[in-house]
């Protein structure tokens, strides 16, 4: 429906952004707000017609899109105030002293934006992870203009978001360029996207592949610039002694429901599950069974997922030592997923790579292990994750200090008794985890600190007070947070 | 003198700090921060051995190393002060509320360290950038093991100061493998560590050449690692017009200072000045280079180093349109580099890639263009630099801000009226810069803000605060400052 971007087209955005950036990153961090603000309220002017069309093309039932449009519009206005705020340009003042050897000069320090970004969309969020999602708010509030790569599996809701954009772009009097919108289904748009020199960095959600082509491409330019590159994961769950002896089959209960939660169709599904063997945990797979036989397939995001999920799981069911415990009682219609439980031993785990490996859907694998000297070996052969989640008494946590470490090693979000699905949109939320769940462990996609993925630090040494940037003039005339020669204050210099 | 160390060694040198990673990251802040201060006592206990020891490695004078030392101690304790002061932590608490849809839950994050640290030394800073400098300073602050490659152009004295940190660490009852320093004059050795599953993370100080190299190991690596090369630059000069009109001597006299200083071997030294052709910029050539005739040639670091400058110097020398201002009037002995001005127009300057490059040594090109527009166009076409030096009235500032601003977009430190040599250890500096100054323009090697390479977040989610660390328990023991519920403050929750 939409044709792919040329090579010329793409060019041409380029450098329209590029004029963009030389005045945007100009506006203060108050304009940037209002503008956030207002791409919100677009956003809810769009009306019904913006949902009914993410969902004729996502398959996503409507209260869900409500739901996540008003997450969307929660993330810009919510990152606006964290930009106004200010903390995220770590202010840092040290002052003159002509009385040391050699005289200390005035040095002080703020982020400043990098320049355009390139976002690619997901297809599970068409809205909170997509054109007007996370990246490109935190991409706006670093002062950076955003070129979004459409999804082809929901592009004409991309473009209305688009076009939402460019009316709050129009009527807060940003510069032309400030927001472009591309469309392509091939990989060479991307490619061309992302080692076009204009481009300064890259925001990424959905599958390794992708991600990690993205990321090739940048450090292979002649200037690489940084891909944050959200890849999705397993995201393990541990199931404690102490805590799995209480309450097996509450916890059964309530991870057949987060294992089937949007068709399981989230980068935080719970897609293996770890314990010992034994009757609690029997009696948990037994619960988690047939509590998935009693859930209804449902429909997912577009045709080529269901498709990977048939093929994934059907590949991880078919390898040696793993039997399948439950599938769902009702017969699937076209493109539907299958809620579906396996479980294999630890031993199987360890030496199979393929049961590392995520396979996106209502899909989730028990690995029964012989003990705990065993799940510990297994966690040390765990790839990085977005998330891991102890489900443990306190005894359980304090009595296997080895493996609650070497947990923490893997996972960027760490939980006690609760479910990984569900990621708050708080300023402490990190969203985030060693590879390959992202290509930078050190950023996050989600919460206001995802700001801090578009921008760069830049000292001024020894400026006149009136040529500084209001951020780090003596009178603090924004009122934000600085650290004056080592100590946080807002007061003035 | 040393061997190189065998891939098997450094095998069991990963393995032994991987080890060692699971206790010394546990290790408290107070604990950390003792260890390196600790590290500096230790360095003053090297007493004038150490110094000598440098002295003939590197041919720099007595003065010059004492300084360093004490500057690379100030490093250790000041960034240990900042590590205790915890707010490199980004702590970030929200607290659980139950009346939302869904109920929120409890999430609290901080930074904690990847994992061993592999660093390399400079041979221009056999202190401060090497084997106890800034890289390692902040990795151990971070809660990372390091791995130091001794410069093979000061192996002695990174044995020296190595003894030292073994010292300090068994004092302080630090893990074994907390510290090691292996040894290689080779390739080899370099890829060995940084492609070692067990290395987490590399800092480097040196050429582009080697920088580059380990950038592209570790992103060729199965798990891509981050890596922090501070790689050089030829740090521009702009010498606006009013201000040439009211102090050309005067900036010229400055100049030939900062150009020769320690025979040029700064990744700061000003390798390039731009002004307006005319007869101030004229005035300020004459000036600098009868100044430039006067200095003394000095020895350099190593033959090496001694032997690229001169390739270097003629073969920029050699481009067509460059003229060389002035040599030094003395006739140099082996080894010592001969202070050098040339010119060239800025029209040569737009036409010839080779006019970019760092002469590492007492050299600077002298860009006369024809006017203001010209001087932008050049701007434009310059790579990313670590500093970029305004030599300008508030007038010349206010009155040219298109050029200021594409100023400030390639640089990481925007110095006005100053020399870019020089580089305060302050948490107000950046020592960093858009590619190909460093690897990545979001980090400092100088300053406590550099800890934050060998760091990430992670988010607790649901935890008892008994066993949350105490950096985000309710009662905030350490003191330190937290952003609760979005904000700053310290007090306990």
């Known amino acids: 429906m939409f044709k792919d971007a040329t090579s010329q087209e793409i ?32 956003l809810e002017n769009a009306g019904d017609e913006l949902i009914q069309t993410a969902m004729r093309e996502s398959n996503l039932p409507e209260a869900r899109l409500r739901g996540e449009r008003a997450r969307t519009m929660f993330q810009l206005t919510s990152y606006a105030d964290a930009c106004e705020r200010g903390e995220w340009l770590e202010a840092r003042i040290d002052t003159a002293n002509s009385t040391k050897t050699p005289p200390k000069p005035d040095i002080r320090k703020m982020l400043i934006p990098l320049g355009p970004v ?8 068409p809205f909170a992870y997509s054109t007007a999602g996370g990246d490109t708010a935190c991409a706006l509030a670093a002062g950076c203009p955003v070129i979004v790569k459409a999804h082809p599996a929901h592009a004409q809701t991309s473009e209305m978001v688009a076009q939402a954009i460019l009316k709050a772009a129009a009527k807060c009097n940003m510069p032309n360029g400030v927001f472009a919108h591309v ?38 330019r002649k200037e690489p610039i940084p891909v944050f590159s959200e890849m999705g994961s397993v995201n393990p769950v541990f199931l404690f002694p102490e805590k799995l002896k209480q309450s097996a089959v509450e916890v059964a209960k309530q991870y057949a429901g987060s294992i089937t939660l949007g068709v399981g169709q989230f980068c935080t599904n719970p897609g293996l599950i770890f314990g010992i063997d034994g009757d609690d945990l029997q009696q948990f797979i037994d619960t988690l ?8 397939p449902g429909t997912m995001l577009h045709p080529g997922i269901a498709k990977n999920y048939l093929e994934n799981k059907n590949k991880a069911l078919a390898q040696a030592q793993v039997q399948t415990i439950a599938e769902s009682n009702t017969q699937p219609a076209a493109n539907q997923g299958v809620p579906t439980i396996a479980s294999a031993t630890g031993e199987a785990f360890l030496n199979n790579p393929v049961l590392h490996q995520e396979v996106f859907g209502p899909y989730s694998l028990v690995i029964r292990c012989k003990d705990l000297n065993e799940l ?5 052969h765990l790839e990085g994750q977005l998330t891991a989640t102890l489900m ?22 760490f939980i006690v008794n609760g479910v990984p699905t569900g990621v708050e949109v708080c300023l402490s939320m990190h969203h985030g985890g060693p590879f390959p769940a992202t290509t930078d462990s050190r950023f996050t996609s989600v919460g206001a600190d995802g700001i801090k993925r578009f921008a760069r630090p830049m000292a001024y040494q020894n400026w006149s007070d009136s040529l500084l940037p209001d951020e780090l003039k003596n009178g603090n005339p924004l009122g934000i947070w600085r650290t004056v020669n080592d100590v946080l204050t807002k007061d003035k210099i």
């Not at 510990?376 to 040390?380: D, G, Q, S, T």
């Not at 009595?399 to 070497?406: I, K, M, R, T």
Request: hydrophobic residues 40%.
């Open 11 to 42: 060019d041409q955005v380029l450098n329209t952004s590029w004029q963009a950036f030389h005045q945007y990153r100009k506006y203060s961090l108050k304009d940037r707000a209002q503008f956030m603000r207002s791409i919100a309220a677009e």
């Open 118 to 125: 390139v976002v690619f969309g997901a297809s599970n969020f």
């Open 183 to 220: 469309h392509g289904a091939s990989q060479e748009v991307g490619k061309a996207l992302v080692t076009h020199p204009h481009t300064k960095a890259v925001g990424f959600t959905g599958s390794y592949l992708g991600g990690k082509a993205l990321f090739d491409w940048a450090n292979q």
């Open 289 to 296: 069974g047939s509590e998935i036989k009693a859930v209804n």
């Open 376 to 380: 510990l070996e297994v966690v040390r």
């Open 392 to 413: 443990a008494t306190d005894n359980d946590i304090i009595n296997n200090d080895d493996l609650v470490e070497a947990v923490k090693n893997i996972c960027g979000r």
